[in-house]
């Protein structure tokens, strides 16, 4: 899944010269691609914090009742 959407993206730079991943090209999906990248670059920022998944009273079904 991954590596389709990687043949999906195309690589862009923008003005201040750092590449962005786009789909201006393509007509098929990159959301693992951006989800992936996002991850990897949250991850890499040693940023420490608590996730929602720790927290006692979280329930992974609130969004159903949306």
């Avoid at 750092?18 to 691609?33: E, F, H, M, N």
């Amino acid at each position: 899944m991954l590596r389709w959407c990687v043949h999906n993206a195309v690589p862009v730079y923008g003005d201040t010269g750092l590449p962005y991943i786009s789909k201006r090209k393509s007509t098929q999906a990159i959301d693992v691609l951006v989800a992936a990248a996002m991850a990897t670059g949250r991850a890499e920022s040693g940023e420490g914090g608590r996730s929602a998944f720790d927290e006692a009273d979280f329930d992974p079904m609130w969004c159903v009742a949306l």
